[in-house]
């Protein structure tokens, strides 16, 4: 068997998600070492070794079990202890080679835990609206003139648009960064990943303070509230800090 690894935390004298049950319904184990602990459970080889992996990352159904069980071992350690969530497909050939790599990466390990402790990642997207600039107009255009005029109008709505989004896109995270701890810009989300018809302008992970909650979220509904028509900004997070976890 070989073993799948989902996140590290400080060194835990007791498994901090005893019974709960990972990959393939085998439990999740506490691996420990150099004063750190791995969250691991054993998975079949035949469906992990590097030549499945890359076949089985392009079945969507497969991938979305994976990261389904991936995401909620890392949330229900993260509720308990600070946890370093580590990649998706993390293996190992056993439990000793787990060990081996937190020996390895102790140091930023141990690092990276005392940056993210007590800390939150939050979510921040910002969308533009750009339908209402691209309408066809009722009536065609009367001549060839006519029509690059008004194909001229729809481009400068249309860059008006996307420079107001741009604003209050650069508003929002010049605002959140004394608020947060660090910050982290992604790149921005196609409309087949996130399922709406606007244009993401914005996709910004924001590491917390979990004293610092409150004051976040009120100045991130006060921006929300002040925001240009066509252009919506989404809130997530709580998340454990994946976008901050600066580890292998």
Known sequence: MSWYCYGVTEFAAENPVEGLAGLRGSPVSAVSGAGLTALASPVPDAEFTEASLEENLENLAWLEEIARVHNT???????????????MATIYRDEQRVREMLAEHSAQFSEALQRVRGHAEWGVKVFASLRDVQQTPAEAPADGRSYLRQRLRQRQARNARTNEAAEVAE???????????????????????????DTNILNLACLVPDTGRELFLARLAELRRADAAGIEVEVTGPWAPYSFAGIP
């Open 73 to 87: 071992v890392v949330a229900e350690a993260s509720r308990r202890t600070g946890v370093l969530p580590l990649r």
């Open 171 to 197: 508003r929002i995270e010049r605002e959140l960064a004394p608020l947060s701890a660090d910050l982290h810009r992604h790149c921005n989300q196609d409309p087949a990943l996130t399922g709406r018809t």
